[in-house]
């Protein structure tokens, strides 16, 4: 049993199930992150967490406690939202205490709590201004502070960094995940964005039509993606998916891709168990950073294929370059150091690290485990 236990549940509306017996089990100081696009359920999940929806059926647990109809007021969970929320009339210091205020805590506990709060998020010479004199930046650490303030069981965040700009989200995940070290507290965080959901969590639910694709760490969905949505979701560029077709070569696993110009090249596989998938059409799949220049290419890897292509993009990107070519009549694109050598219009020799290749059912689109 976890901090957290989200069991089976399914939340609809009407006749439609928009949610589909999700299980989630979370551990005291998680850091949690739901991530997929817009629509996937993930927010309506948090809600539910919140008890700002109800739920259809399963049940939610906090410390051993269903939390299935008792309202939210009862659940000792603290949410940040993406609107900030905070009251335009009352002070950033009346802000922060308000809820403890309204739970009856004594002024000079209310008075150290904030003090403390402010400090940790620097905001301590803030307290005696309006939300309306505040940057974004800083009515979001007003709307933790006020979160923070109460030590809740669980911190609840949706969205809290979508409405600032791309430097501005940057820092305040740097600040997010401090706050999450030194307080060790248990959170649950939605977002769109891939890379606030790999940079903050420590582990990640991929949703997608309000089922849960993945569950795992950053790595573990990184590097083993459990099936293609979740291989193009999550990384930027992402995954690139190849049509290719598994042959034997020296006794070993190959897959068989066509160039530019329609030739045929073949690249060894690390793992033996697509032997059984031999002359079957699979989908390749590749990260960037697996497709490179010989120099570049990853000097621990047992397995570092050659394929020469014609190039036909370079994106420079300040500290790499960004390399695109046609493979099986897709674009593939490959993470270059910022000097290599490679020319849109002429032929290059790739360096393709096999050990990072990942293989999927076309028909199922769910990679083929090792």
Known sequence: MGFLDIANV??????????HKVDISVAEGEFLVLVGPSGCGKSTLLNMIAGLEGITSGEIAIKGRAMNGVHPSKRNIAMVF????????????????????????????????????????????????????LSGGQRQR??????????????????????????????????????HQSLKTTIVYVTHDQIEAMTLSTRIAVMNKGYVQ???????????????????????????????????????????????SGGVQRLRFSQQN???????????GIRPEAITDPEGADRKSGNIQTLTNLVGVTEPAGSDTFVTMALSGKDVIGRMR?????????????????????????????????
């Open 10 to 19: 399914t939340k609809s509306y009407g006749n439609v199930e928009v949610l």
């Open 82 to 133: 993406q609107s900030y929320a905070l009251y335009p009339n009352m002070t950033v210091g009346q802000n922060i205490t308000f809820g403890l205020e309204m739970h009856g805590t004594p002024k000079p506990e209310r008075e150290a709590a904030m003090k403390k709060v402010a400090a940790m998020l620097q905001i301590d010479k803030l307290l005696d201004r309006k939300p309306g004199q």
């Open 142 to 179: 007003v709307a933790m502070g006020r979160a923070l303030v109460r030590n809740p069981d669980v911190f609840l965040f949706d969205e809290p960094l979508s409405n600032l700009d791309a430097k501005l989200r940057v820092d305040m995940r740097t600040e997010i995940k401090k706050l």
């Open 214 to 260: 993945q569950l795992g760490t950053p790595k573990e969905i990184y590097d083993t993606p459990a099936n293609i949505f979740v291989a193009t979701f999550m990384g930027s560029p992402a995954m690139n998916i190849v049509p290719a077709r598994v042959v034997m070569q020296d006794g070993a696993p190959h897959a068989e891709v066509r160039d530019a």
């Open 274 to 284: 697509l032997a059984g998938w031999q002359g079957r059409e699979i989908a390749l």
């Open 338 to 370: 910022a000097d290599a050598a490679v020319v849109a219009g002429q032929t290059f020799e790739f360096a393709v690290n096999m050990e990072k290749a990942v293989a999927f059912d076309p028909a199922t689109e769910e990679r083929i485990a090792p």
